[in-house]
């Protein structure tokens, strides 16, 4: 079974930092793309920040502030936040696209979702 496991979120004051961990474990053959979303109370999920074939995209919201990044060895994505917000407040989620597992021996390819991992940032 493919799992992905969010660690790293937390309480934390305005204008300090957090680095979200995410692990995609199970018998994956290959992961397009890794990425981070958030929702806040409310409020659709959007997405953070992807990273697929070395590109990186990232809102608008959180440009200059926040880093993604990927070790595709130990398929983990990470999220460095720095100068962080009262309004990056949200749970957020891990996302794995196109991720190829084997199952009795047979490829499959689904998109996973970590379980989400509660950041609060106070002013």
């Known amino acids: 079974q493919v799992q992905l496991a969010e660690s790293g979120g937390g309480l934390v004051q305005a204008g300090g930092s957090l680095r979200l961990s995410c692990v995609a474990s199970?018998?994956?053959?290959?992961?397009?793309?890794m990425g981070w979303y958030r929702q806040a109370p409310g409020k659709q999920r959007d997405l953070v920040a992807i990273?697929?074939?070395?590109?990186?995209n990232y809102a608008d919201s959180v440009k200059g502030r926040f880093t993604i990044s990927r070790d595709n060895a130990k398929n983990t994505v990470y999220l460095q936040m720095n100068s962080l917000k009262p309004e990056d407040t949200a749970v957020y989620y891990c996302?794995?696209?196109?991720?190829?597992?084997?199952?009795?021996?047979?490829?499959?390819?689904?998109?996973?979702w970590g379980q989400g991992t509660q950041v609060t940032v106070s002013s």
């Open positions: 996302n794995a696209a196109g991720l190829t597992y084997l199952l009795y021996g047979r490829g499959y390819t689904a998109d996973f």
């Open positions: 199970g018998s994956i053959t290959h992961i397009d793309a």
């Open positions: 990273t697929s074939a070395g590109s990186t």
